[in-house]
């Protein structure tokens, strides 16, 4: 266990008191490592040393955080390469598709290649229309690109994802 070395402080008189806190690092790495570090303040009083530890002791609280929204960013990275989704290279192939969630999308017929296939005759199980390559509906509304996390892979095209089946 490391202990809270004691506190120095001396009142006016010329010398500046003194104050050593203990605490983990807070930057990732070293913090897996169990490394620590120092923090010193000086000042004229016991009230200024006080005011600047209050305000080092803040900067580290916010470091800490911005600290544990990088940790979240870095896990939602992992996941995604986990599943084999993420940024692609001319040298990487495409991941597969995910598997459909319902029986209807199950029907769909998917894109094997990066070529977009615009038959306008491709249907799905229900006799609805498919249009892989469509960018506005029949009832007029613009197609919802694939800008989500999940398909990130698919580039910044904005081929139909439900093309009228739902009205829009």
Not at 87 to 104: D, F, I, K
Request: hydrophobic share 35%; with cysteine; aromatic share 6%.
């Amino acid at each position: 266990d490391i202990k809270t070395p004691p506190k120095k402080s001396k009142e006016a008189g010329g010398a500046p008191c003194r104050v050593l806190r203990w605490g983990p690092l807070s930057f990732l790495l070293l913090a897996l490592l169990g490394i620590v570090h120092i923090w010193q303040v000086t000042g004229r009083s016991p009230e200024e040393c006080a005011t600047r530890l209050a305000a080092s002791e803040e900067l580290v609280k916010q470091q800490r955080a911005e600290i544990a929204k990088l940790q979240e960013e870095v896990h939602g990275l992992q996941e995604a390469l986990r599943q084999g989704i993420g940024p692609r290279t001319s040298a990487t192939p495409p991941p597969p598709l995910l598997p459909p969630a319902t029986e209807a999308a199950a029907a769909m017929p998917r894109a094997l290649s990066d070529q977009a296939v615009c038959d306008e005759g491709l249907t799905d199980s229900l006799e609805q229309d498919y249009r892989g390559c469509q960018t506005w509906t029949e009832a007029g509304h613009e197609c919802r690109p694939w800008t989500n996390t999940q398909f990130a892979y698919l580039g910044d095209h904005n081929y139909c994802r439900n093309p009228d089946a739902d009205g829009g």
